[in-house]
């Protein structure tokens, strides 16, 4: 996901503007790593979701439950590319919890998912 690199660079350059470090504002450095790191989270998740139930239209009960678990899967690996660069245990605590909650939220509110984080992958999914 280059999204997280260039949000990554976007955030330190934030930080050193701002003069934001770890030890004068331990809760705004913390908070605003939580954000991004969040963001895209939720933003993948709502991306799987939605491309699995475009496919999984015409497909029998098998081809169902293996999209599922390979959206899941790919929501596990956008955790993953996260946690390299946001490595603190709150940042992966926070972001393991919105992979799986998100995911199952979306999965049964697609739309939601649309409105919320449409604007980001565009027009990649009718």
Known sequence: MAGTSVTALLLVLFRRIFRIDIYSRFDAYVISALIVGSFWQLCWSSFAAITVQYYV??????????????????????????????????????????????????????????????????????
Not at 116 to 122: A, E, I, K, P, S
């Open 57 to 126: 239209a015409g497909t029998s009960w098998i081809g169902f439950v293996v999209l599922y678990v390979l959206a899941f899967v790919s929501c596990y690996v956008a955790f993953l590319d996260v946690s390299l660069f946001y490595q603190g245990h709150i940042y992966r605590l926070v972001n393991a919890l919105l992979a799986l909650i998100s995911f199952v939220v979306f999965s049964f509110w697609p739309r939601l998912g649309r409105v919320l984080f449409g604007w980001v992958w565009g027009s990649v999914v009718n």
